[in-house]
T-cell receptor, first 112, second 114 residues
Framework: QKEVEQDPGPLSVPEGAIVSLNCTYS??????FMWYRQYSRKGPELLMY????GNKEDGRFTAQVDKSSKYISLFIRDSQPSDSATYLC????????????FGEGTQLTVNP | SAVISQKPSRDICQRGTSLTIQCQVD?????MFWYRQQPGQSLTLIAT?????????ESGFVIDKFPISRPNLTFSTLTVSNMSPEDSSIYLC???????????FGDGTRLSIL
């Protein structure tokens, strides 16, 4: 079993839709949670960075962490065609230094 | 966040040869990392590049195959040695400010082996 499982997609939505991207994990030591966006032929770009449980909002993006369920989500409101990309969740534990464990990624297409 | 430049951006190489990938950062950073992203897959950490000491390799990756240099706080290289088609991948450099700080990535080197 992988330490981090991510909904594989691909996901296709109309412009303006609310998008929900999700990851589950098995390692209870994970305390730092990240979402990256990766456009084709580009490196991953950090979108959200959260510590422990709770919500964090940045513009149209909201990251949610539920450590009791070992479940994290990224919500995108009013989705735009420019949001079309692959979204990767990543996480790390205090004891692992800066070592990140990534999900497999979800490919999102927002149709105009 | 730091600006990270990788060279080359892409290359096509012959089987059995070696290629050195460079990663340059516009500010001093404590930690630098090298990842591999195989087609359609997620990122796998190869090693942590330590300034002034040997790199720390993850399980499944060895120094003879992926030698790494880190001569200062703004630069690192990854060499892919004795390449085979299985090494065709995207190789990414990332930097982080320290323990459990978010990592930022370069745009990667797209490597194809014939």
């Amino acid at each position: 079993q992988k330490e981090v499982e991510q909904d594989p997609g691909p996901l296709s939505v109309p412009e303006g839709a609310i998008v929900s991207l999700n990851c589950t994990y098995s390692n209870s030591a994970f305390q730092y949670f990240m979402w990256y966006r990766q456009y084709s032929r580009k490196g991953p770009e950090l979108l959200m960075y959260t510590y422990s449980s709770g919500n964090k909002e940045d513009g149209r993006f909201t990251a949610q962490v539920d450590k009791s369920s070992k479940y994290i989500s990224l919500f995108i409101r009013d989705s735009q065609p420019s949001d079309s990309a692959t979204y990767l969740c990543a996480m790390s534990a205090v004891t692992s230094g800066s070592r990140l464990t990534f999900g497999e990624g979800t490919q999102l297409t927002v149709n105009p | 966040s730091a600006v990270i430049s990788q060279k080359p951006s892409r290359d096509i190489c012959q089987r059995g040869t070696s290629l050195t990938i460079q990663c340059q950062v516009d500010s001093q950073v404590t930690m630098m990392f090298w990842y591999r992203q195989q087609p359609g897959q997620s990122l796998t950490l190869i090693a942590t590049a330590n300034q002034g000491s040997e790199a720390t390799y993850e399980s499944g990756f060895v120094i003879d195959k992926f030698p790494i240099s880190r001569p200062n706080l703004t630069f690192s290289t990854l060499t892919v040695s004795n390449m085979s088609p299985e090494d065709s991948s995207i190789y990414l450099c990332s930097v982080g400010g320290g323990r459990n700080q978010p990592q930022h990535f370069g745009d990667g080197t797209r490597l194809s082996i014939l």
